[in-house]
Structures are given as C-alpha cells and as structure tokens.
C-alpha cells in the first residue's frame, strides 16, 4: 500500500499522543513503534498489553522502580527501556524500567526489591543488621521450582526440592492419609518448615537434633490431622490433645512465676504405663 502524499495526523494507540503518519498502516508515533515491535517478540497477553498502554499514557517513557527518563535507540545504555513484571507470578501486568533496574531486580517482586535495595543503604550507612525475608519466585535452576516450597529441584523430573522429597518418603513411610498429607503441604506451603506450636525453624538435616521436623496427632487418636513440629515438642505434648497440652503450658508457666497450684484436668488419651517405684 503505498505512503500517503501529505502526512496525516493521527492519534497514537499506544501513548495516546498525536503524530503525523505518512503511512495507512502507521499507528504508533515514533517513540513507541519500537515498543509495539517488542511487545509482538515478546508475545505479550492482552491484559499485559493494556497495563502497557494505560502504563504509558499515565507515566510516559520513565522507569516504574527509579522515575528516571528512559532511552530507546541506545541499545547499549543502562538506561535503555526495558520490559519488567513487578511480579514475576503475574504475567499480565507490565511495566517500563531501566534496564539497570530491570536487572539489579531480577527474580525479585517490586515490594522484595524494594525491601532489600532499603536493607542494603541501611547496612551501609547505620551499620544494621542485615534481615533476610523470604523470595517468592527465587528460582535460578532451570530444573524448576518444587511445587511445595518453591525451592529450586534438583532434576527436571523430581516433583519436589531434596527436602520436600525426603518429607514425602516419611509421611508415605508413616502412612498418612492423602487428606493428612495434604494439609501438612498446604501448611507448608503456607508458613515453610516452622512449628506448628512455636513458629520456630525446624532443622531438617540432622535427625539427633531436638529441633529436627517430627509429625504430631493435634489428638493423639485422630490421624486425620497431623502437623509438624520438633523432636522436643513433640516429646513435650506426648498424649496430650492440643487444648490439654497448651492448658498444662498454662498451668506450669503460671506455676513457675507465681507459685499458684497446678489444677489438674482429666486427659481423654493418656495411655501411659509406668513401673512403680
């Protein structure tokens, strides 16, 4: 088709701004032809298509995590415009940043990046200590993520990482039910390898360690619900139900500060023999 004789006005479907088209089929202006060529290599959804657009229109070509004007000819600059997901588990929504930021974020969220970018001036300039936060969609193997924690598998055919397979080979070996074991991954895809009672981190490796992972009847005669705990604590509640075992922390805890009297209650599955004296 060929070029029209006198350039036409015409409204920009990307940024909205006008510009004069000396082509039919010319319907971005200059600064965002390059950004409609790289949507289409990109294979961008539709909804990320229309964050772009309506990104661009609010914004202009600025970078979404530093403000600064972004460039588009200079393929080699820092500050070279570049596509970015503020969350990587969100393919539908887009925005533009320097390819410095772009890259200084990498597997990061938006709200992760920014924690640690504050974490790292805040090291450097007041000396704090440096607080580690859990990374949604770290993953740099290309082996994939364990459908669990999300921590990176060893081998493309594993379901899950090293840890979560050697948690799966107790809970088969314990033979929980697929309900029970279904509501321990959910707990831990949740909260992660903590306790159940305490919040704690669970050690993982070494079995002889008091705070190593242990599964624990919430009642002792229900195996329908089973959650993780340690060694210690799970020693620690024995047969006790969940209500008795936090009524007794109750009691000792007030015992031991204030020296009231320990009040006994009947326990539904005590089941413990012991030798006399």
């Keep these: ?19 004069l088209a000396t082509h039919p089929k010319k319907f971005y202006c200059p600064s965002c032809a390059p950004l409609h060529r790289g949507m289409e290599q990109n294979h961008l ?12 229109r609010k914004f202009g070509l600025t970078c979404d995590y530093s403000g600064v004007s972004l460039v588009l000819k200079d393929f080699a600059s820092p500050w070279h415009c570049n596509f970015s997901y503020p969350d990587k588990g969100n393919r539908n929504k887009l925005v533009l940043a320097a390819a410095l930021f772009a890259f200084m974020k990498g597997e990061l969220t938006k709200p992760e990046f920014r ?16 607080k580690k ?37 107790r809970m088969k070996a314990r033979r929980f039910p697929e309900k029970t074991r279904k509501a321990i991954w959910n707990y831990i895809r949740k909260y992660g390898y903590v306790c159940y009672y305490t919040g704690m981190p669970l050690e993982l490796i070494n079995p002889h360690d008091p705070w190593y992972l242990s599964f624990d009847h ?60």
């Design 133 to 169: 936060r859990p990374i949604i969609h770290w993953n740099k193997l290309t082996s994939g993520a364990c459908r669990i924690c999300g921590q990176p598998k060893l081998s493309t055919h594993a379901l899950y990482c090293p840890t979560c397979t050697k948690t799966a080979h």
């Design 218 to 277: 919430c009642d002792p005669r229900d195996p329908h619900k089973v959650v993780i705990t340690s060694f210690l604590i799970n020693d620690m509640k024995g047969d006790l139900t969940e209500k008795e075992f936090w009524y007794y922390i109750a009691q000792l805890a007030n015992h031991f500060r204030k020296g009231t009297p320990v009040k006994k209650i009947e326990l539904e599955y005590w089941s413990r023999h012991y030798r006399p004296l």
């Design 1 to 19: 088709m060929p070029s029209y004789k006198k350039p036409v006005p015409r409204k920009c479907e990307l940024c909205g701004k006008k510009f």
């Design 45 to 56: 959804s539709s909804q990320a298509q229309k964050c772009l657009k309506k990104y661009l």
């Design 115 to 130: 924690y640690y970018v504050l974490q790292l001036h805040d090291h450097k300039l007041k000396n704090t200590k440096f």
